[in-house]
C-alpha cells in the first residue's frame, strides 16, 4: 500500500525556519507531481508548493521567496524548506502525489502541524 508520510512541524517562533519531509513508500516517485497544500483552520485547502517530475518548482505568492520545494528521486523524499515564517503560515500542511501520467491514483498524506508564534 502506497503511504506518504510527513514530518518536520513544529512550533517555531515568526522569522524562523523548519525543514519539511514528505516520505514515499511503495510508490513510483519520479511518475508523480509532488505538492504541498496546507490547511489553517476554518478555511480551504491551498496550494503552496509544486515540484515537477523534471524538477521545474511553481509557488503560491504568498510564500514566493520564502519556501523551497525540493525532491531526491533517490530517497522518495519531497522537501519543503520553510524560512522567515509568519503567523499566516500556520497550518497543517499535507504532501500530494499527483500522478504525471494518465491512468495513476493521487495520493495524499496524513499531514504535519506547523505553528508559528512568540
Known amino acids: 500500500q502506497v503511504q506518504l508520510v510527513e514530518s518536520g512541524g513544529g512550533l517555531v517562533q515568526p522569522g524562523g525556519s523548519l525543514g519539511l519531509a514528505c516520505a514515499a513508500s511503495?510508490?513510483?516517485?519520479?511518475?508523480?507531481?509532488m505538492e504541498w497544500y496546507r490547511q489553517a483552520p476554518g478555511l480551504q485547502r491551498e496550494l503552496v508548493a509544486t515540484?515537477?517530475?523534471?524538477?521545474?518548482?511553481y509557488y503560491a505568492e504568498s510564500v514566493k521567496g520564502r519556501f523551497t520545494a525540493s525532491r531526491d528521486n533517490t530517497k522518495n523524499t519531497f522537501y519543503l524548506r520553510v524560512n522567515s515564517l509568519r503567523p499566516e503560515d500556520t497550518a497543517v500542511y499535507y504532501c500530494?502525489?499527483?500522478?504525471?501520467?494518465?491512468?495513476?491514483?493521487?495520493?495524499w498524506g496524513p499531514g504535519t502541524q506547523v505553528t508559528v508564534s512568540s
Open positions: 500530494h502525489a499527483r500522478p504525471g501520467v494518465a491512468g495513476l491514483p493521487e495520493y
Open positions: 511503495r510508490l513510483v516517485f519520479r511518475l508523480y507531481i
Open positions: 515540484i515537477t517530475t523534471g524538477g521545474s518548482t
